[in-house]
């Protein structure tokens, strides 16, 4: 079997996993441009013209990159329409699709040829990726940041997609060092999917405000306050695992108890950017971060380069 590294066209067998807000085509280009693969991470409401702006980002010269989607979205029929809709020289080497029914569109884009990815939390998202034909599993302990599920750990459920599956498998969750890197290597992994360790990088759409807050922050808690204070229709079996702010401290376990004086208090200190506030999804890996960086540090550092 070829190697990962040699199927998507890269140097290092390391993702830079798709991230709603952090992740555009500029991140994305330079993982990639930097022997990564940089991955997209379209938001809930991205558009078709979003969607097609950030891949001639990612894809300038010819370098590759990849698409990660929400599968519970309701727009989730227009975005595969818009990646299925990119011309030839932008077709992506990798679109993943998470967090949701797996099987139709992992289908759609197969049929289409191109390759797809599904990140697992559980022994049943891995049957289901499995089921759906992903051609890679992204094996996602409760670890990691932002989105998906808190009820296995990253060596554990690695361990079971590996047992599992010939299928390709990346670990994800809390891969923050190039000694992590080597040690999913050794086990088996063909890659990691690494969201934390990219952002401080200065090429992320996240702002600088918010990387210097994620340089300061020491511990991360996983809950459903940011998307209950926000209203975002999140699946209540996918919470976010995101700075631990007082704020998140003192409605975590409680979220269906927030009140509308709360939502008001979250919605203001968005709007002021203030970092108590603004949702900072990080994954354990969060307290590794140091200075503001840039992508390519990032790679070499992960490929034990740097
Ligand atoms: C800020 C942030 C945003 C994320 N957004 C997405 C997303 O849009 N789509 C997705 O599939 N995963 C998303 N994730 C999850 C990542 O794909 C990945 O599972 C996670 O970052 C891996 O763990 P790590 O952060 O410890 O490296 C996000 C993660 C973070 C930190």
């Known amino acids: ?47 078709s013209e979003w969607i097609a702006e950030q891949a001639a980002l990612a894809g ?77 599993i992204v094996a996602r302990g409760g670890e990691g940041g932002g989105h998906g599920r808190d009820e296995v750990g990253a060596r554990a459920m690695l361990d079971l997609a590996l047992s599992a599956t010939d299928t390709p498998v990346l670990a994800a969750g809390g891969i923050a060092t190039a000694e992590d ?14 969201g934390t360790a990219f952002l401080t990088c200065r090429e992320g759409d996240n702002s600088p405000q918010a990387r210097a807050a994620l340089i300061g922050a020491v511990a991360t808690r996983y809950s459903r306050v940011h998307d209950v204070a926000q209203g975002i229709a999140w ?29 008001a208090e979250h919605a203001a200190g968005r709007d002021r950017a203030d970092t108590d506030y603004t949702p900072l999804y990080a994954g354990v890996g969060v307290g590794r971060l140091g200075a503001e960086t840039d992508a390519a540090s990032v790679v070499a550092a992960l490929a034990g380069r740097g």
């Not at 030839?88 to 967090?99: E, G």
């Not at 029914?101 to 289908?107: E, I, K, N, Q, R």
């Not at 209540?236 to 108890?257: D, H, L, N």
């Open 60 to 136: 300038e010269g010819g370098t590759p990159f990849g698409i990660g989607l929400m599968a519970w979205v309701p727009q989730l029929s227009t975005q595969l329409d818009a990646v299925l809709a990119l011309p030839d020289h932008l077709r992506p080497a990798l679109v993943s699709v998470s967090f949701g029914d797996l099987a139709a569109p992992t289908g759609r884009l197969r049929e289409a040829g191109l390759r797809t990815a599904c990140q697992v939390g559980n022994a049943a998202d891995l049957d289901a990726a499995l089921g759906a034909g992903a051609d890679v």
């Open 235 to 263: 699946p209540r079996e996918f919470g976010g695992r995101a700075v631990a702010t007082p704020f998140v401290e003192e409605w975590a376990g409680a979220e269906e108890t927030m009140t509308p004086e709360a939502k």
């Open 181 to 194: 890197v080597a040690r999913a290597l050794a086990v088996g992994a063909a890659g990691v999917w690494c």
């Open 1 to 47: 079997m070829a190697s990962l590294t040699h199927t998507l066209g890269i140097r290092h067998p390391i993702v830079c996993a798709p991230m709603a807000g952090v992740a555009g085509g500029r991140l994305a280009h330079a993982v990639s441009a930097a022997g990564g693969l940089g991955m997209i991470g379209a938001r809930g409401s991205a558009t």
